[in-house]
């Protein structure tokens, strides 16, 4: 008697796809990790206006992701690694810059980033409160900080850069939240480029936001 069964029940299918986008969606974001990685090395002696039209060129490889995920799947993915390549050439003259004054502040920002990514992913997956509302109330806290940096440029504030890049580990935190939640709901595995690169700019963006925190602390 054969004792395999000729199908498996809907919610043990609905949960190997959900592990199967997350691996997919993980795999994603570290493999534009590495290509980060690799841009911020090719860009490191590449002049400032270099960085920035590789800055114009991940902003653009990101919006066409949004229109090609349902057309091709390939072309979405080969997107994500040009945004993955092009947002690390256009950082490189940061990274280079904290690498030359303070590298410490470099290892200390990547570990703390690490830890917050594992403590806010994790809540995020974890809860069962739809973050739906947290998420818009965080895209708009993100534009009014956007706002107060453009000031931060122009006025001189006490502390500013501390607090700047403190609200931004507020928004971020929930972000994360948002996005790690989105991952564990979704089953469509047409998503994971896309979840991918929202993921790693929250990675990114914290990671920045911690660079600021520890130069001006070692200081």
Do not use: K
């Not at 796809?17 to 990790?33: K, P, S």
């Not at 945004?83 to 810059?97: C, E």
């Not at 900080?145 to 931060?152: A, D, M, P, R, S």
């Amino acid at each position: 008697m054969d004792d395999t069964y000729p199908y498996r029940p809907a919610g043990l299918a609905a949960r190997d796809r959900g592990h199967a986008l997350f691996a997919q969606t993980m795999g994603y974001v570290a493999a534009t990790t590495g290509l980060f990685a690799l841009g911020a090395y090719l860009g490191r002696n590449l002049p400032a206006g270099i960085a920035f039209m590789a800055y114009l060129g991940s902003f653009a490889a990101l919006i066409a992701m949004n229109f090609s995920v349902r057309r091709s799947q390939g072309a979405t993915i080969g997107l994500l690694a040009a945004f993955g390549l092009l947002i690390g050439v256009a950082v490189a003259p940061t990274l280079v810059y904290y690498a030359s004054t303070d590298p410490q502040a470099l290892w200390q920002a990547g570990a703390a980033t690490a830890l917050f990514v594992a403590a806010f992913g994790a809540a995020g997956w974890a809860t069962r409160r739809d973050l739906s509302a947290l998420a818009r109330i965080c895209f708009w806290a993100l534009v009014a900080l956007l706002v107060f940096g453009i000031v931060l440029i122009f006025v001189n504030i006490p502390y500013g850069s501390l607090i700047y890049s403190i609200l931004g580990l507020v928004i971020f935190a929930g972000l994360i939240m948002f996005d790690f939640q989105r991952l564990r709901r979704t089953r469509d595995i047409e998503a994971a480029p896309l979840l991918a690169a929202s993921i790693f700019l929250d990675i990114l963006n914290v990671f920045l936001f911690f660079l600021r925190i520890f130069r001006a602390g070692n200081r």
